[in-house]
């Protein structure tokens, strides 16, 4: 099969693979049609997640159709379209039992951390992705969810991770009706926070980026405010300004990660690897936020340590939460907020292209060239 590799810090191409086969009972193979890259993989792109394998594929937001199910997969038959969440879960442990499928003890059991993910580096379990034809589906019978016949393989896509991170960042700002959201990052993951923001009851919800295209996106997709953090001398006190008359925001989150820009320091400490990365964007969300107020993580970070700002953090009495996705939990009830039109996910992609082309694809999301917000590669087009 075709399948994208990765070849060393920021060199990925597309060549032939195996195609992937059943290893055990609960697997699925999967045909992929869909399947979109994250800002996660740019983290992987760039080198920056350990025991990134040369060779290995990425890709962990898709859908597709069973082409092949394991003897102990019921619910699932091939021929049926499924939509799979990124995170790969046993179902039945200490943790999935509580719904964190996110943490799954079984998936990933060298690893403290957290379950495993498709695509995502040897440190979420060497898992192969699907920026490729086919893909593995291990435990095929605990995270696909059907796709319902009225509705196309786009409108669903996202359901996969975006939609529930963002979602679940907004949950975790624990937003009460009527309150004032301040999201930092207007990339996919951003647009979907300050999207579900407004389905949590938010009063107000403000988005801050650099690109005036992604502002524009949040303006008119999600319906925010929006603020430049280049155009503005502090957007710390600006922010607070524009939020209780300099109180500042109730609840902030951070959709943007290791690799922020906006702090000299930061990037300088970051570029030299005395610290994990940049955390710019998670330093502005606890000194935006209001005292007592809630600031949600979901950028990601890696393992080792950042300079944040914790004295800060603890003498204003904030609630910081984070996590990855806990997929799964969230995909129901967000497939019903897509079929009652809350929310039209096709909306953020900017780009389909071959899988073929999925080089050029990383590049054009990577450098933000021709607008790009999202890119959906469709491997069943040569
Ligand atoms: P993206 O790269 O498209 O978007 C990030 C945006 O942040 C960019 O538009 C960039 O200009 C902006 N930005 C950079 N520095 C900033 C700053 N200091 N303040 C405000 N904005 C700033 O990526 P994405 O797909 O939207 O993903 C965003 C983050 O979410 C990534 O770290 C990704 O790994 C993470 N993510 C986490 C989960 C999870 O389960 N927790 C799931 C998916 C993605
Ligand atoms: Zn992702
Ligand atoms: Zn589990």
């Given at each position: 099969m075709r399948a994208l590799t990765y070849r060393g810090p920021h060199r990925v191409r597309v060549g032939d693979k195996p195609e992937p086969r059943i290893e055990h009972p609960r697997d699925a193979i999967v045909r992929v049609?869909?399947?979109?890259?994250?800002?996660?993989?740019?983290?992987?792109?760039?080198?920056?997640?350990?025991?990134?394998?040369?060779?290995?594929?990425?890709g962990h937001e898709f859908a597709?159709?069973?082409?092949?199910?394991?003897?102990?997969?019921?619910?699932?038959?091939?021929?049926?379209?499924?939509?799979?969440?990124?995170?790969?879960?046993?179902?039945?442990?200490?943790?999935?039992?509580?719904?964190?499928?996110?943490?799954?003890?079984?998936?990933?059991?060298?690893?403290?951390?957290?379950?495993?993910?498709?695509?995502y580096s040897h440190m979420t379990g060497g898992y192969e992705g699907a920026h490729a034809q086919y893909v593995r589906v291990p435990f095929a019978d605990v995270g696909p969810m059907k796709i319902p016949d009225d509705m196309d393989d786009e409108s669903v896509l996202f359901l996969g991770d975006i939609f529930p991170t963002g979602y679940q960042a907004a949950?975790?700002?624990?937003?009460?009706e009527g309150e004032?959201?301040?999201?930092?990052?207007?990339?996919?993951?951003?647009?979907?926070?300050?999207?579900?923001?407004?389905?949590?009851?938010?009063?107000?919800v403000i988005v801050v980026d650099r690109y005036?295209?992604?502002?524009?996106?949040?303006?008119?997709?999600?319906?925010?405010?929006t603020v430049d953090y280049e155009e503005v001398d502090d957007i710390v006190s600006y922010l607070q300004e524009m939020c209780g008359g300099g109180?500042?925001?109730?609840?902030?989150?951070?959709?943007?990660?290791?690799?922020?820009?906006?702090?000299?320091?930061?990037?300088?400490?970051?570029?030299?690897?005395?610290?994990?990365?940049?955390?710019?964007?998670?330093?502005?969300?606890?000194?935006?936020?209001?005292k007592a107020g809630n600031v949600s993580i979901v950028g990601v970070y890696g393992p080792p340590w950042n300079l944040v700002p914790i004295g800060t953090a603890m003498n204003k009495g904030l609630t910081l939460r984070m996590n990855q996705c806990n997929v799964k939990r969230y995909m129901g009830y967000l497939l019903e907020q897509i079929?009652?039109?809350?929310?039209?996910?096709?909306?953020?992609?900017?780009?389909?292209?071959?899988?073929?082309?999925?080089?050029r694809a990383y590049h054009l999301f990577e450098n933000k060239e021709d607008d790009c917000m999202k890119c959906v590669l469709l491997p069943e087009a040569a």
């Open positions: 049609t869909r399947a979109a890259i994250c800002g996660s993989d740019l983290h992987l792109l760039h080198g920056l997640v350990p025991d990134t394998r040369v060779g290995s594929t990425f597709g159709v069973i082409e092949e199910v394991g003897p102990e997969v019921a619910g699932l038959k091939p021929g049926d379209r499924v939509v799979v969440p990124f995170n790969i879960a046993c179902g039945d442990c200490f943790f999935c039992r509580r719904g964190l499928t996110a943490s799954c003890e079984r998936t990933n059991p060298n690893s403290s951390l957290g379950s495993g993910c498709f695509g949950e975790m700002g624990e937003i009460k004032t959201v301040v999201v930092f990052g207007a990339g996919p993951v951003g647009l979907f926070a300050a999207k579900s923001c407004w389905l949590l009851g938010a009063g107000r005036d295209y992604r502002l524009r996106m949040a303006r008119d997709w999600a319906g925010a405010e109180r500042g925001p109730d609840v902030c989150i951070d959709a943007v990660g290791c690799e922020a820009s906006g702090s000299a320091l930061h990037t300088f400490l970051g570029k030299l690897k005395i610290e994990a990365g940049q955390p710019t964007a998670l330093e502005w969300c606890i000194h935006t936020v209001r079929r009652a039109g809350r929310v039209d996910p096709r909306g953020i992609i900017s780009h389909r292209l071959s899988l073929e082309e999925a080089p």
